[in-house]
Structures are given as C-alpha cells and as structure tokens.
T-cell receptor, first 115, second 114 residues
Framework: AQKVTQAQTEISVVEKEDVTLDCVYE???????LFWYKQPPSGELVFLIR??????QNEISGRYSWNFQKSTSSFNFTITASQVVDSAVYFC????????????FGPGTRLSVLP | DTAVSQTPKYLVTQMGNDKSIKCEQN?????MYWYKQDSKKFLKIMFS???????INETVPNRFSPKSPDKAHLNLHINSLELGDSAVYFC?????????????FGPGTRLTVT
C-alpha cells in the first residue's frame, strides 16, 4: 500500500544551521510523483517541488535542495543556512499513477528555526 | 487575484447542523480536491473532481457531499455535523485529470463543531 513516512516529528535548529528533513515512501507503482509542501504558521499550504519517479537528479533552488534516491525510497529535503522564516510544518507527499488517482501526505515535520 | 478561494474562513456551529463550504479557483484547472487536516496536522484527501466528475472518494462518511456546479467550483456540504468533524478543510486544484500535478491550495476553512 502507498505510504509516506516522515520520522522526524519536530526539529529545532538555530538560524544559519543546515537542516535535512527526511521522507521515506512506499509504493507498488513504477510511475509515481513525489512532492514537498510547506505550511507556515499562517496555515496555507505552499507547493515547493514535484519529482517524478524517472528523474533521480537532485534539485537545488536557492537554499533548498532535494535528494531523491529510489534505491532507498527516500526523497529528503535540505535547507541550507536556515532562516527564521523557514519555520513551518513541511509535508512530503506521494501520488501514484497506476492505481487510480491517489494522493497521500506524510505526517509532516515541524521545523523551528530559532534566532 | 486569489487563485483558490474558500468561504468561509472560519465556521463555528453546533452538532447536528448542516453547513456548506464553498471553493472557487480561477486558474482554469480541470481537477479540484477537498482535504481534511485534523488537530495533529494530518492531511487526508477526501474527494477529487475532474471536470465536474467524481474521481476519488476516499472513505468519508456519506454525510459529506461534494457538489461541483462547474469546473471552477467545488463545494462541500456536510449534514448532521459531529464533534469529530472539527478540522481545517482545504480545497485545492491542479491542471490535468490526475493527482500528479502541482496542487494549489486554498487558505483553508477552520470548522469547529460544538
């Protein structure tokens, strides 16, 4: 069955530290999509990235980077030089292509960046 | 312009009442969704509509009924509200017919049932 695990419930770092948020997924599909969303304290959900299962290239966007490894079924998210504005709950999500239209979020990791 | 809007933002009501939450998107997307986020922040998809047709209907009590009058709107009607329905409900939309595209979320509606 499709499943997303984010083992880190809460993480606290001091500003300017690097932090990695882990995401491990399970799926029967060979074609699937992985996502990261950010939910700041204001409550809205903000899309960060989408990655399909055939593209294992790592991605960098400013201070954000993502490491996708099919061999370990992981899609980890790293914030470099964290800032207070990065404080939020971060969700990893999985969408399967072959078994109907299903979209599953992980439980989220609450990141607190302290000044 | 707001891409995905929901009304109301807050909804406080008593058990047993019937209420509706409205959602509209102006992105021209084909697919719309409803999600429920509980007090522990768990997000779960409830429904997905593509071009006014139901695509996903997760295990949701039939007290919840989505209605899509047109492609740009997906409203959520809830009958006989229960305490356990208290949550934040998010509407979202995406281009295409599946859940593989980037989803744009509304601001959420915080429903409190007393």
């Amino acid at each position: 069955a499709q499943k997303v695990t984010q083992a880190q419930t809460e993480i606290s770092v001091v500003e300017k530290e690097d932090v990695t948020l882990d995401c491990v997924y399970e799926t029967r599909d060979t074609t699937y999509y992985l996502f990261w969303y950010k939910q700041p304290p204001s409550g809205e959900l903000v899309f960060l990235i989408r990655r399909n299962s055939f593209d294992e290239q790592n991605e960098i966007s400013g201070r954000y980077s993502w490491n996708f490894q099919k061999s370990t079924s992981s899609f980890n998210f790293t914030i470099t030089a964290s800032q207070v504005v990065d404080s939020a709950v971060y969700f990893c999500a999985l969408s399967e292509a072959d078994y109907g239209q299903n979209f599953v979020f992980g439980p989220g990791t609450r990141l607190s960046v302290l000044p | 312009d707001t891409a995905v809007s929901q009304t109301p933002k807050y909804l406080v009501t008593q058990m047993g009442n019937d209420k509706s939450i409205k959602c509209e998107q102006n992105l021209g997307h084909d697919t719309m969704y409803w999600y429920k986020q509980d007090s522990k922040k768990f997000l779960k998809i409830m429904f997905s509509y593509n071009n006014k047709e139901l695509i996903i209907n997760e295990t949701v009590p039939n007290r919840f009924s989505p209605k899509s009058p047109d492609k740009a709107h997906l409203n959520l009607h809830i009958n006989s509200l229960e305490l356990g329905d208290s949550a934040v409900y998010f509407c979202a939309s995406s281009q295409g017919w599946d859940t593989q595209g980037e989803q744009y979320f509304g601001p959420g509606t915080r429903l409190t049932v007393t």
